[in-house]
């Protein structure tokens, strides 16, 4: 079974929950996945469930979603405890969230956006500018690197959405790579973590694509949780996660994630994303 | 070359052939019945195809969800035929008639224009124009499927486009030579095997009834008969009817072959017993006469001592002639002497004065003679008797004794009518035995045969008719058959 239909199991199975050790009914916390990590290996998703259920002393699993906005409402709705999400929707929503944990992706809580083409598409697309009559792919309409950025793009060389042929949303960023790669759209707006993510992992649908353009650095798509959630094991589970780099299987699982570690972060961070989603009509922080 | 074979290899092989045959026929007509069908069962796929896709891909048209729809296209392109190999391929148009995604976005590119526009070389309608389903069919078999995908309450919000290129139709003869080949080899591995069992068994009867009649006149009859085998088979039995009757007819035959030799055997024993008659017969009348003289003149000594001579060597020309005539009774003859001339005249004066004929002899002996004089006797007696009675009356008969180193010839010519050379054959052959003048020259005629020497008629003589009997002088009595 490939990650994609993983993903769709995962999707499929409503608020299923991975499977982890067994402890006390109604001691749990539950973390919302969205598409800005590859969130459908099953397998890894349960060794790292069982690794912070064994640090935290609850039980720890993991609610996939494919949307963002999906994810946020499981959040306001107490469903789950933790949300890792985009820093677009957290700066939006940010005075009903509190910053939990950042991660570090080269030992740094930043990330690009990449803008990608087909695999020799380069006499076709060399820019945004070349967007123009073009197919272009988003992730999420909550996703910074898949939407936001290339709104800011699209702005600054004069592109308005019906200057395009069409656009649609991938519903995640590998999707968007995959779209990219079938030809389907003529360019995709992808978060470069998990564009080189899937490079590393040697997936086909990388391999037929090629970035076009890196934006400036920005925010790592934080873990929230709910302001005044209060969760009892919160603490622990934040503990857990940054303490991550300092034991092989936490090192082990980073590796896995493709990241180096977390760190608590601050909402300045994130302040890039928010000056940036100002200037974008209909992102909800236009004053 | 199958006509060279034995019947009894033409029909288990006649049946193998006509198995394996019938297996290629059959395998070719389904070949060719299911190629014919593939194009229906194509459609029918696509049909099923077009109405699964028109169902899945109705909420995500209406939901704008480019990427739903293209996942939809691609993880169902396996049903559309020919799509995995390129030559098919679905999209799902959106209301305008463009591309609002497709299964090989390659090929059939997002926001491209479909409905209205012109593909292959043909306009196709507008997307005002499609109702219902219309199905486009190219030249070269190819066709192309254009479906509405209609909301619920009847609003035409996209299509569903589906092109299959002609390779998709052609049929698979790779795919269908397979089956084709294994129902060749089951048919060689089993049926031909199993012809050639039953060719043999059907030719079995034949084989039988070859051998009875190879057998007929060498083998017992009746058992032939019960080896004659029986079936229900009217052929057969219709065969083995003509057999019975060959063999029944076949001992009437030899049956009829061993009375016809019983006959023949009777009938050589009457010409033996003529012969002998006609032997013995023939000097009697002058020993009959030879008595009488006796009787008469027996007072006279020279006339009796001429006369008792005369009866004992015509006596023992008698027990000679019958020794010849019995192999098994072997009795020593004498040498010709000139004599025997003047005897054998004595003898046939009788008979020669009774038809007043003149007879006339004489004789050229220039060598010693040494063959046996019974034989040459029994001849110049038989000659001279056939010549009296053929010269007539007052006929003329003439003889020659002729001898030399090397042969004996005796030639007596009469007067009477000349005599032809088919007659003369006529008159040697055994079956004219019966006729007393032909019987005399059979005689001579074998045993001139019999001691290598030869009887002939002299065709060159006039006035009647010469023949001649010359055998080699020597003493060895008879040649080697």
């Given amino acids: 079974m490939d990650r994609r239909n993983c993903l769709q199991l995962l999707a499929a199975a409503g608020n299923s929950v991975i499977g982890l050790p067994t402890f006390a009914a109604g001691e749990r916390l539950r973390i919302g996945l969205t598409a800005v990590i590859l969130a459908d290996q099953v397998a890894f998703l349960s060794r790292w469930g069982r690794y912070l259920s064994e640090r935290v002393g609850c039980e720890v699993s993991f609610v996939a979603r494919d949307s963002y906005q999906s994810i946020l409402n499981l959040l306001a709705s107490g469903q789950i405890d933790v949300a890792w999400i985009c820093g677009y929707p957290y700066v939006r929503y940010e005075a009903s969230l509190s910053l939990f944990a950042v991660p570090l992706y080269q030992d740094r809580p930043e990330y690009q956006s990449y803008l990608i083409r087909p695999q020799g598409g380069a006499a076709a697309i060399q820019g945004w500018a070349d967007l123009r009559g073009k ?20 702005a600054r060389v004069r592109l308005r959405s019906r200057d395009l042929k069409r656009s649609f949303f991938a519903h995640g960023h590998r999707n968007v790579a995959e779209a990219v790669a079938a030809r389907l759209a003529d360019a995709g707006a992808i978060d470069g973590y998990v564009w080189e993510t899937m490079r590393q992992q040697g997936m086909a649908a990388v391999a037929q694509t090629e970035v076009v353009w890196k ?65 974008v009509p209909g992102s909800g922080l236009v004053s | 070359m199958l006509r060279r074979l034995p019947y009894r290899v033409q029909i288990p092989l006649g049946l193998s052939l006509a198995v394996l045959i019938t297996a290629l026929l059959v395998t ?10 593939a194009r229906q069962e194509t459609l029918a796929t696509l049909d099923r195809a077009v109405v699964l896709l028109i169902a899945q891909a109705r909420p995500m048209l209406a939901a704008d969800d480019t990427w739903r729809v293209f996942s939809l296209l691609r993880d169902t392109a396996a049903l559309i035929p020919g799509a995995e190999s390129k030559h098919a391929r679905g999209a799902v148009l959106d209301a305008d008639g463009r591309v609002f995604a497709a299964s090989d976005p390659g090929s059939l590119g997002t926001g491209l224009q479909i409905l209205g526009a012109s593909l292959h070389g043909r306009k196709i309608s507008s997307a005002a124009e499609i109702t219902e389903r219309q199905q486009l069919d190219q030249d070269d078999g190819a066709i192309v499927l254009i479906d509405p995908i209609r909301s ?57 009834i070859v051998q009875i009649i190879e057998r007929i006149g060498h083998a017992d009859a009746a058992s032939l008969h019960a080896e004659v085998p029986r079936t229900a088979d009217p ?116 008979s020669a004065s009774r038809q007043d004929a003149h007879l ?47 042969r004996v010839q005796f030639c007596v010519a009469n007067s009477g009518g000349a005599m032809t050379s088919e007659r003369f054959m006529e008159l040697l052959t055994a079956e004219s035995g019966q006729d007393p003048r032909g019987f005399g020259l059979w005689v001579c005629h074998e045993l001139a045969n019999h001691y290598g020497g030869r009887f002939e008629l002299d065709a060159m003589h006039s006035g009647g008719t010469r023949l001649v009997f010359c055998i080699p002088n020597r003493e060895r009595r008879e040649v080697q058959a």
């Fill in chain 2, 360 to 406: 006339s002899t004489r004789t050229d002996i220039e060598s010693a003679l040494r063959v046996p004089s019974a034989v040459l006797r029994q001849v110049m007696l038989n000659m001279l008797l056939n010549a009296i009675k053929a010269a007539g009356g007052d006929g003329k008969v003439e003889a020659l004794l002729k001898a030399d180193g090397d």
């Fill in chain 2, 28 to 37: 070719t007509i389904a070949a060719r019945i299911s190629a014919r069908t």
């Fill in chain 1, 215 to 279: 934006s400036a650095f920005f925010g790592f798509p934080p873990l929230v949780t709910k302001q005044g959630a209060g969760n009892p094991y919160a603490a622990g589970l934040q503990a857990a996660l940054l303490a991550m780099p300092q034991d092989e299987t936490g090192r082990e699982l980073l590796r896995a994630l493709n990241l180096t570690g977390f760190t608590k972060g601050t909402p300045a961070i994130f302040d890039s994303i928010l000056q940036q989603a100002k200037t």
């Fill in chain 2, 152 to 208: 619920e309450d009847g609003q035409t919000i996209g299509f569903v486009f589906v092109e299959v290129e002609a390779p998709v139709f052609a049929p698979d003869w790779a795919a269908l030579a397979k089956p084709a080949l294994i129902g060749v080899l089951m048919a060689v591995m089993f049926l031909v095997p199993i012809g050639w069992w039953v060719g043999n068994r059907m030719t079995r009867p034949v084989a039988r």
């Fill in chain 2, 235 to 350: 052929e057969f039995s219709r065969i083995g009817d003509a057999v019975h009757q060959l063999i029944g007819e076949l001992q009437e035959r030899q049956k009829a072959e061993e009375r016809a030799l019983s006959a023949e055997r009777l009938a050589a024993v009457g010409r033996m017993t003529a012969a002998v008659a006609h032997e013995i017969n023939n000097p009697l009348a002058g020993l009959l006469t030879a008595t009488q003289t006796l009787r008469l003149h027996g007072d006279s000594g020279p006339i009796r001592q001429r006369t008792v001579e005369l009866l004992e060597r015509g006596l023992q020309q008698i027990r000679t002639t019958v020794a010849a005539l019995l192999p098994q009774a072997r009795v020593e003859d004498r040498p010709l002497e000139p004599g025997d001339l003047d005897d054998v005249v004595t003898l046939v004066q009788a």
């Fill in chain 1, 135 to 154: 197919v272009l792919a988003y992730s999420d309409p909550l996703s910074n690197s898949g939407w936001l950025v290339a709104q800011v793009q699209l």
